[in-house]
């Protein structure tokens, strides 16, 4: 019974190049959130989605950010001509489409670091 | 807008010492209450939650009561290990909403 699986745990990128990581919710969940967290900091709240549909995106920066949840396949977080500010812990959570108390399933994190 | 206030860390304690961190939140209607724990290089795991007024969460020695006319959900353990090292992390999601807005974490260190 997998829990949430993100991928790679770690990614060094070169300010400019691109960086994407990957969200594989919890089996039977059909919705995506992402995170960041930034050193020292708490988590933000990027976006929301469900299958082929960005729901809430109010966190994420207008620019060079995007993400998708495909019919097929994992969740998608893209980041574009990253800078070192882009540095930080993003984190992938889960949850089924009906739920009573509104839990997140978290996976471990992708961190990345730009050089 | 809807927000968590922890109270800010480090907070250091001695092994079997009493634990509190503080959570209030600001919400419209009635939200749901959540603590979260991150120990070092992992994830976030759920460690308790309550959904209602005057609930009381509870897990692994850890306790939280939702207390509305207070807007809080303090964190409690009677007495700490240095295994509870680790950043908490209060959150709360709305009633109507669909997504969990997190307090900035507290970092509990605790010594042997």
């Not at chain 1, 500010?85 to 949850?95: K, L, N, P, R």
């Not at chain 2, 509870?84 to 992390?89: T, W």
């Amino acid at each position: 019974n997998a829990g949430v699986m993100q991928n790679p745990r770690h990614l060094v990128r070169r300010r400019g190049q691109e960086a994407r990581l990957r969200c594989s919710p919890m089996k039977g969940h059909s919705h995506v959130y992402w995170y960041r967290q930034l050193p020292e900091e708490g988590l933000k709240f990027m976006v929301y989605l469900q299958k082929e549909n960005i729901i809430d995106e109010s966190g994420m920066p207008k620019e060079r950010f995007s993400a998708e949840f495909p019919k097929e396949g994992p969740s998608i977080l893209r980041i574009q001509q990253v800078v070192r500010g882009d540095s930080a812990a993003y984190f992938c959570a889960s949850s089924p489409q009906y739920s009573s108390t509104g839990e997140l399933f978290f996976g471990e994190g992708s961190r990345l670091t730009v050089l | 807008g809807d927000s968590v206030t922890q109270m800010e860390g480090p907070v250091t304690l001695s092994e079997e010492a009493f634990l509190t961190i503080n959570c209030t939140y600001t919400a419209t209607g009635y939200p749901s209450l959540f603590w979260y724990v991150q120990y070092p290089g992992e994830g976030l795991q759920l460690l308790l939650k309550a959904t209602k007024a005057d609930d009381k969460g509870s897990n692994k020695g850890f306790e939280a009561t939702y207390r509305k006319e207070t807007t809080s959900f303090h964190l409690e353990k009677g007495s700490v290990q240095v295994s509870d090292s680790a950043v908490y992390f209060c959150a709360l999601r709305t009633e109507y909403g669909n997504k969990l807005v997190f307090g900035a974490g507290t970092i509990l260190r605790v010594k042997s």
